[in-house]
């Protein structure tokens, strides 16, 4: 069974200052109870400001916002922060330095009977694993035990919805990796909805549910990681989630011809500025999907090898002087120097900004 909807956004704008652009543009989407939804773009693009909007702390010059069936902004109707059931976790945690763990875990529960506020603590800290500092001040935790009470702070009041501006990027990487699996296990364990705000791809694709990516701000494309991932709307969406090269091409018959060889895309007419056979255009192709074939006929060096662990990253050199990389996780380690033959999965391969000019 579907669970209820809890977010609807219809057509929300905010604009700052007098130039009349606006930093949130005509922005709809709906969501789910239960599900994690990140907003995901470059600095600037928008997402802090919608955050913000959802939040209360900013008012939208226009559009509406519904927050569990209930519209909270927006023809006419304005409630508080204070009054729309949200949770926020910030950047910067947000703990107040001269309470204990416990009693910033408290802080949102006052209008509850005390054995009714300890029971949701204790159970609130045990939820994000910090049984036993429950006595402990913020200066005697790490980063990562800090931005763990921030959450526990936030689920504590069970929340129609938890906001988390850009939670980890204070933290150090290993701790990041970590505090996102277990972020997105507490958050699904209690089926709480929930909208986490990052620039990094990475952070999106292993926690979300659906991600919306955001371009000035505008909704460029809105889907599951999946669906963002596979199957780009844009050519900044696909530039800004994957990592792709994008190589100019131009299609001489059924091919798309490159200086590092040619490739077989299909491209809907729909895709097309005109129905003609010869078209320019840029041809996306993933790190992963390229395929390097030693052979010393080949128009394609390897100027340079990374070793990631788990794969090897090549830089590749074309005649021109362009870069590209691919990403190869078995096989021959190729030296550098070595010159190559390059193919790839042709049915992952995309075409964008097609231009006639036959």
């Known amino acids: 069974m579907n669970e209820p909807e809890i977010l609807r956004l219809e057509s929300v704008t905010k604009t700052f200052d007098a130039?009349?652009?606006?930093?949130?543009?005509?922005?709809?989407?709906?969501?789910?109870?239960?599900?994690?939804?990140?907003l995901l773009g470059p600095s600037g693009c928008g997402k802090t400001t919608l955050l913000r909007l959802l939040a209360g702390f900013e008012k939208p010059d226009a559009g509406e916002i519904e927050i569990g069936g209930r519209?909270?902004?927006?023809?006419?109707?304005?409630?508080?922060?204070?009054?729309?059931?949200?949770?926020?976790?910030?950047?910067?945690?947000?703990?107040?330095?001269h309470l204990t763990v416990a009693e910033n875990v408290a802080f949102g529960l006052k209008s509850q009977k005390k054995q009714r506020i300890e029971h949701e603590v204790t159970e609130a800290i045990a939820l994000v694993g910090l049984q036993g500092l429950e006595k402990r001040y913020p200066h005697q935790l790490s980063g990562g035990q800090r931005q763990r009470v921030a959450l526990a702070r936030a689920i504590a009041p069970a929340p129609a919805i938890v906001l988390l501006d850009e939670p980890l990027s204070n933290l150090d990487v290993q701790v990041r990796?970590?505090?996102?699996?277990?972020?997105?296990?507490?958050?699904?364990?209690?089926?709480?909805?929930?909208?986490?705000v990052t620039h990094d791809q990475e952070e999106a694709l292993a926690i979300s549910d659906r991600i919306a990516v955001m371009k000035k701000?505008?909704?460029?494309?809105?889907?599951?990681?999946?669906?963002?991932?596979?199957?780009?709307?844009?050519r900044f969406v696909a530039g800004f989630v994957t990592q792709a090269n994008f190589i100019p091409a131009r299609r001489i018959g059924k091919l798309w011809e490159t200086e590092c060889g040619s490739f077989a895309v299909e491209v809907p007419?729909?895709?097309?500025?005109?129905?003609?056979?010869?078209?320019?255009?840029?041809?996306?192709?993933r790190e992963e999907d390229l395929i390097l074939k030693p052979d010393e006929t080949g128009q394609v060096v390897i100027r340079d090898r990374q070793f990631l662990g788990r794969e090897h990253?090549?830089?590749?050199?074309?005649?021109?002087?362009?870069?590209?990389?691919?990403?190869?996780?078995?096989?021959?380690?190729?030296?550098?120097?070595?010159?190559?033959?390059?193919?790839?999965?042709?049915?992952?391969?995309?075409?964008?900004?097609?231009?006639?000019?036959?």
Not at 19 to 29: F, K
């Open 19 to 38: 130039s009349g652009y606006p930093a949130v543009n005509q922005v709809s989407l709906n969501l789910q109870k239960g599900e994690i939804l990140t």
């Open 71 to 97: 519209q909270v902004a927006g023809g006419g109707v304005w409630i508080p922060p204070e009054h729309r059931q949200i949770g926020m976790v910030f950047q910067e945690y947000a703990l107040f330095p």
């Open 177 to 196: 990796l970590y505090l996102r699996e277990e972020i997105r296990k507490i958050l699904k364990s209690t089926n709480t909805t929930a909208i986490f």
């Open 217 to 234: 701000g505008c909704i460029e494309q809105f889907g599951t990681p999946e669906q963002i991932y596979e199957e780009p709307a844009s």
């Open 269 to 285: 007419e729909a895709e097309m500025t005109e129905p003609v056979d010869t078209a320019e255009g840029e041809l996306m192709i």
């Open 313 to 358: 990253r090549y830089c590749l050199m074309t005649p021109s002087g362009r870069e590209f990389h691919a990403r190869s996780s078995g096989g021959s380690l190729l030296a550098i120097g070595t010159r190559v033959q390059v193919a790839a999965i042709e049915e992952r391969l995309r075409v964008f900004a097609l231009k006639g000019v036959g």
